[in-house]
């Protein structure tokens, strides 16, 4: 990957240059803990009968609030040696640990003294070594000490997470809360980390592949401390506003954002083509464009144009009842992805949201959600995140029946779908399926800015053609009357789809659509059409300003209403490899004029969804209510029978 305007290189001399002092820390060191506390803190002796004296308290003024644990030394290679046993040979996999971690303070070091560079940081050290630093620096000079603390700290973790990203395994350690964070200086938050690390290793590190997991996992952990810490600590701007590359190994840092190898992950799902998604006519076109505009994202400029230009899909829900398709949706659109990634030579991750999430551990299933996040947005990659029973997997809140982890599930997808911090950069997009959207949380279920109504087969014609597909070529049974799949021709489909939204399809939407339009006549101007809106506020008070903007979305995109040619997909050096501009302005050019049409049927399919949700869920509370009197009553005859 090349520099782009934002970025400047890390040379490879200025990284090696401080091997020396890397390999010197891992070594051995001296460190007195102030926050985390020894895994083999020797414990008071305790005679019979006889009362241990209290730990000694100094009572010299200054000196009260001063630790008085003891100073512990360090070894993170023999550590590292160890964790196999007796061996007195370093495995392949500990000697890749030990480099990583060199190369990786290696980076944090010469990040540091870029950072002390650019910040006047380095005159300052000089005047205070000799002595005259003036009273009125010396918070700017603790400020930046610091800020260069939490740079170097993080940068550490960040370079060792990537650069062990490849040799990790299935194993997982639970390494806990990074505690030792300090931030004197930058070697003393270094010391603090690799005292904590090495900790980490000796309590859970017994093989190779724990090793791995150990230093990836507390790698992490750091990285996520410091970004808090850094939210409230100031002089970072040199650090936030710049972004380095190290060429050698592929790793950009951009601030407190961590990185990770731009993979892809192995898919052995089956994938199913466009022709063999019979009807849904409406969802499998939108899957298609948004497979397309996937494609259209920037890899130097980390932008997708239509993300900037408005229009592009980054969370959608896809309802229907069992057996209409959305599984083979799901394959279509992966498989559409997957091979214009190949083609083009991105790297792809789709990855899917599944029950083996939800864990009984407090904590985790929201952690397995948060990775299941991280891994899709990944700004490397082209991801496809998809998950599967929604209303499983996310807890509804004030329900009774939704356990903790459900819980956890919900809050971490709605921070992160629509939180303070989501970014869309167009280079992922994120699919909700449910047979039961009425049991999604309404919250999370309107953070879905595109609705898939997987109604799958309708017509006759669909049916002809679904069973002529799934038949196979077993038999000389005759077509008859039909030409095979061409009412699957999706352009006419499609258009026959939306003018169907031209007036609502549920009954209690058409009521308000009616009585609207009986009041002020024919839709035709934004008043208008917000008189309309808040007609459907008036009998759905859930009809929010999210919906609003989820409905103006969906109009964006229907101003997209083109596919990028399938040549663009197929030779890249038409479209995909050149420059962000000229990708945006090739596809300004496509975009169509929004009218009247367009706002009208998107509101109407977006608010028939939300009737259809209410009134699934109207009903089958009232179900619930009517079997629970059943049962209450059935008790009670039962009960005065026996006690007659």
């Not at 300003?545 to 663009?568: C, S, Y």
Request: charged letters at 25%; a negative charge; aromatic letters at 8%.
């Amino acid at each position: 990957m090349s520099l782009t305007a934002d970025m400047m290189e890390l040379r490879e001399a200025d990284v090696i240059k401080h091997y020396d002092a890397a390999t010197r820390m891992l070594q051995g060191f001296d460190h007195t803990p102030r926050i985390g506390k020894s895994a083999d803190t020797p414990q008071d002796e305790r005679s019979s009968g006889v009362g241990t004296r209290r730990r000694f308290r100094s009572t010299t003024p200054g000196l009260v609030t001063r630790s008085t644990a003891r100073a512990e030394g360090v070894q993170l290679i023999a550590r590292i040696k160890g964790a196999d046993g007796d061996d007195p040979l370093v495995s392949p996999l500990q000697a890749t640990v030990m480099h990583a971690l060199r190369r990786a303070l290696a980076i944090a070091l010469a990040v540091g003294e870029t950072y002390a560079e650019a910040t006047g940081l380095v005159e300052l050290r000089r005047i205070n070594l000799a002595g005259s630093l003036p009273a009125n620096r010396k918070t700017e000079f603790s400020e930046l000490l610091s800020a260069e603390a939490l740079a170097v700290a993080y940068v550490f973790g960040n370079a060792a997470a990537f650069l062990l990203g490849s040799h990790g395994s299935e194993v997982s350690v639970e390494v806990g809360e990074a505690e030792e964070v300090l931030t004197d200086n930058a070697q003393i938050a270094l010391h603090g980390a690799l005292w904590e690390l090495d900790k980490t290793i000796a309590a859970h590190a017994t093989d190779d592949a724990r090793l791995v997991a150990c230093v990836t996992g507390y790698a992490e952990a750091l990285m996520e401390k410091i970004a808090l810490r850094a939210q409230n600590a100031g002089r970072l701007g040199a650090f936030t506003g710049a972004s380095w590359r190290v060429e050698a190994d592929d790793f950009t840092i951009r601030g407190f954002s961590p990185s990770s190898k731009a993979k892809s992950t192995t898919l052995t799902m089956t994938f199913k083509k466009p022709n063999e998604v019979v009807g849904n006519h409406i969802a499998k076109y939108q899957a298609l464009k948004l497979a397309k505009m996937l494609m259209a994202y920037d890899f130097e400029r980390r932008l997708n144009p239509f993300a900037d230009l408005g229009g592009f899909i980054f969370t959608f829900m896809g309802d229907g009842k069992p057996g209409t398709g959305k599984t083979t949706l799901i394959q279509m659109m992966a498989g559409l992805i997957h091979g214009y990634c190949e083609t083009a030579g991105y790297p792809f991750r789709y990855q899917n949201l599944s029950t083996d999430s939800i864990d009984s551990y407090q904590g985790k299933s929201g952690q397995n959600a948060k990775a299941f996040i991280n891994s899709i947005i990944d700004p490397g990659v082209i991801g496809f995140g998809t998950i599967d029973d929604i209303d499983q997997l996310a807890g509804k809140r004030g329900d009774r029946q939704s356990s903790s982890g459900q819980l956890e599930i919900t809050a971490v997808l709605m921070e992160s779908f629509a939180g303070a911090n989501t970014v869309v950069r167009g280079n992922c997009t994120f699919g909700m399926f449910s047979n039961f959207p009425e049991n999604v949380d309404d919250a999370l279920r309107q953070r879905a800015g595109a609705r898939f109504l997987v109604d799958g087969p309708i017509t006759r014609e669909d049916y002809i053609d679904i069973l002529n597909l799934l038949m196979g070529r077993n038999h000389d049974i005759p077509l008859g009357d039909h030409e095979a799949f061409a009412a699957q021709e999706i352009k006419k489909a499609v258009a026959a789809s939306f003018a169907s939204h031209s007036k609502p399809h549920e009954e209690g939407l058409l009521r308000v659509y009616e009585a609207v339009d009986a009041k002020i006549g024919k839709l035709d101007t934004i008043a208008k059409l917000g008189t309309y809106l808040k007609g459907i506020q008036e009998v759905d008070d859930r009809f929010t300003g999210r919906a609003i903007k989820n409905i103006t979305d969906a109009v964006k995109v229907r101003a997209m209403d083109f596919e990028l040619p399938d040549e663009w997909m197929e030779e890249p050096e038409l479209f995909l490899f050149k420059d962000y501009e000229t990708k945006k302005g090739m596809i300004e050019e496509l975009r169509q004029p929004i009218t009247v049409e367009m706002v009208i049927q998107e509101i109407n399919r977006y608010a028939d969804s939300e009737f259809r949700y209410a009134d699934k869920s109207d009903e089958v509370a009232i179900e619930n209510a009517v079997r629970e009197m059943r049962r209450m009553e059935e008790a009670k005859r039962l009960f005065l029978a026996q006690k007659g």
